[in-house]
């Protein structure tokens, strides 16, 4: 791929993919995460509010100028006209911040770029900049399990993001590679080790495998 080897990861809510990215950054990657680019931009005075306010109105925007995130997730899961409003707001400008951020790694002379994303499978334009993708995956129940704990979400609630997102099999058939993250964190260390070996050597031969 032009400009260098960028590895889409990318898993359900709950999967552990945040956790393996950090790790793969300990190790010396870049780290480009869209959900992090998202929160950037619906900060207070982030460039995504004014469209967001002019889109949805006032009670979108909490008191401090950031999005009120729990008010745009009830919106957005009662009302899919409401999320692709959303998603046409959002959506580009997290790629072209993605983008910049790739380059300034690549020229920054970072091995390679791990670029995660939540909704790599379900995006094609994610996933054609990637040279390869790596799924972090886990049993659904565990998924649940995690994100009910951090998050104080109930049981439903965690189940209908997952119903937003693309199914397990699905991402499993799209993936080049898969890390197991249901055996802890040594297993989950061990796993990521492996692959940063592999994935610099790709990167310094500059090319995609086969």
């Known amino acids: 791929m032009a400009g260098g080897f960028i590895l889409g990861l990318t898993g359900g809510i709950g999967s552990g993919k945040s956790v393996a990215a ?74 072209a911040e993605s983008e910049r951020r790739c380059a300034d790694a690549f020229a920054a002379l970072a091995p390679y770029v791990v670029m995660v994303v939540p909704l790599l499978i379900e995006s094609p334009g994610y996933r054609r900049r990637c040279s390869r993708v790596l799924v972090v ?15 104080q979400l109930t049981r439903d609630e965690v189940l209908a993001i997952m119903a937003t997102q693309a199914e397990r099999a699905t991402r499993l058939a799209a993936a080049d590679d898969v890390i ?25 031969n500059n090319r995609d495998p086969a």
């Open 137 to 151: 995956d886990c049993a659904e129940e565990t998924q649940v399990a995690r994100v009910m704990a951090r998050s």
């Open 22 to 95: 950090d790790m793969f950054a300990e190790l010396g990657a870049a780290l480009v995460d869209a959900d992090a680019i998202a929160h950037d931009l619906t900060t207070p005075g982030g460039a995504a509010i004014a469209a967001l306010r002019a889109g949805f109105g006032d009670a979108v925007v909490a008191g401090d100028g950031a999005l009120d995130r729990a008010a745009m997730r009830r919106l957005v899961f009662a009302d899919s006209a409401a999320r692709s409003r959303l998603e046409a707001i959002i959506h580009p400008l997290i790629r």
């Open 180 to 204: 197991n993250n249901d055996n802890g964190m040594d297993g989950l260390r061990h796993q990521v080790e492996l692959l940063h070996r592999r994935y610099l050597e790709l990167a310094r």
